[in-house]
């Protein structure tokens, strides 16, 4: 069965940290694209970043540059995304998704179910 899993979302305080994790099963997440978006209540989805198959580049959206960081961990068929320096802005339910050719800021071809992450004192 091909599945996306994210998980690693919670409740952290404004200035905290958080990494979510996107697993693949069924199919090997190295050979696609992949992004994180976002999407908040009342709110368009966002894309935060994405990192291509060809040639492992990153993009991220201006908001979260410097803050976040996405990367593959292939053993684990695995693509991650660190968040640092969070901010109640934040606060949404994060996806991850794959692009069967290239990165794209509107959307993937393939989603998780999402993860929330909740930036509140």
């Known amino acids: 069965q091909v599945q996306l899993v994210e998980s690693g979302g919670g409740l952290v305080q404004p200035g905290g940290s958080l990494r979510l994790s996107c697993a693949a099963s069924g199919f090997t997440l190295d050979y696609y694209a992949i992004g994180w978006f976002r999407q908040a209540p009342g709110k368009e989805r966002e894309g935060l970043s994405c990192i291509r198959r060809d040639d492992g580049r990153v993009y991220y959206v201006d908001s979260v540059k410097g803050r976040f960081t996405i990367s593959r961990d292939n053993a684990k068929n695995t693509v991650h995304l660190q968040m640092h320096s969070l901010k109640p802005e934040d606060t949404a339910r994060y996806y991850c998704?794959?692009?069967?050719?290239?990165?794209?800021?509107?959307?993937?071809?393939?989603w998780g179910q999402g993860t929330q992450v909740t930036v509140s004192s």
């Open positions: 998704a794959l692009f069967y050719s290239t990165c794209i800021p509107s959307g993937g071809d393939y």
